[in-house]
């Protein structure tokens, strides 16, 4: 069964870059696909940026788009989310997902990003 578990988060200022982790229990190359999303109270969880392995294609949500950016590292399984220039209006869980070439989606717990001042 694959694992996730993001790390990372945490009380960051406006402007400022973070960098969140998510740890594998499989090597991330075995990934046909890899996402982080993030929630906010009363919502629904968005995607923000997804990997396929397939044709190697990423894309962003609007909000994500020049800021966020998607990382893996075979070498240490893990994916990353590089976030800079963070907003307020970043607050928010934030989700790793990914999908073995089985077809096998798994989630992480989430981690807790507080953006302000």
């Known amino acids: 069964q694959v694992q996730l578990v993001e790390s990372g988060g945490g009380l960051v200022q406006p402007g400022r870059s973070l960098r969140l982790s998510c740890a594998s229990s499989?090597?991330?190359?075995?990934?046909?696909?890899m996402a982080w999303y993030r929630q906010t109270p009363g919502q629904q969880q968005r995607e923000l940026v997804a990997?396929?392995?397939?044709?190697?294609?990423?894309t962003y949500s609007d909000s994500a788009k020049g800021r966020f950016s998607i990382a893996r590292d075979i070498s240490v399984n893990v994916i990353y989310l590089q976030m800079n220039d963070l907003r307020r209006e970043d607050t928010a869980v934030y989700y790793c997902?990914?999908?073995?070439?089985?077809?096998?989606?798994?989630w992480g717990q989430g981690t807790q990003v507080t953006v302000s001042s």
């Open positions: 997902q990914a999908r073995t070439w089985e077809g096998l989606e798994t």
């Open positions: 499989i090597n991330p190359f075995m990934f046909a696909g």
């Open positions: 990997h396929r392995s397939r044709d190697g294609s990423t």
